[in-house]
């Protein structure tokens, strides 16, 4: 079982900028991506960035040129540096987990959010 801890949330004017970070634990097996979703108030939840456990990255369009992922496959820590935030960023922010089982494939993991509200 793998657990996910999220931090670095917080109120940010807009153009401010926030470093989110999610440590897992637990873990007995490989972790092959971990990314972070995000979800506002009345829409469904969407990705805004992830990265492989080779270290390709992956991008909304919102997000890219402003947010970075990176990652401590060492630590299984991953974060986001998010730049220029503006306030159509506000949202509960969720870091993901994938993992690759030995006996039965591949399962999903959630933290239990952290909320950025970007003030305009």
């Known amino acids: 079982q793998v657990q996910l801890v999220e931090s670095g949330g917080g109120l940010v004017q807009a153009g401010g900028s926030l470093r989110l970070s999610c440590a897992a634990s637990?873990?007995?097996?490989?972790?092959?991506?971990m990314g972070w979703y995000r979800q506002a108030p009345g829409k469904q939840r969407e990705l805004v960035a992830d990265?492989?456990?080779?270290?390709?990255?992956n991008y909304a369009d919102s997000a890219k040129g402003r947010f970075t992922i990176s990652r401590d496959s060492a630590k299984n820590t991953v974060y986001l540096q998010m730049n220029s935030l503006k306030p159509e960023d506000t949202a509960v922010y969720y870091c993901?987990?994938?993992?690759?089982?030995?006996?039965?494939?591949?399962?999903?993991?959630w933290g239990q959010g952290t909320q950025v509200t970007v003030s305009s």
């Open positions: 993901n987990a994938l993992e690759e089982t030995a006996g039965w494939g591949n399962m999903n993991y």
């Open positions: 637990g873990s007995r097996f490989s972790i092959i991506a």
């Open positions: 990265i492989t456990s080779g270290g390709d990255t």
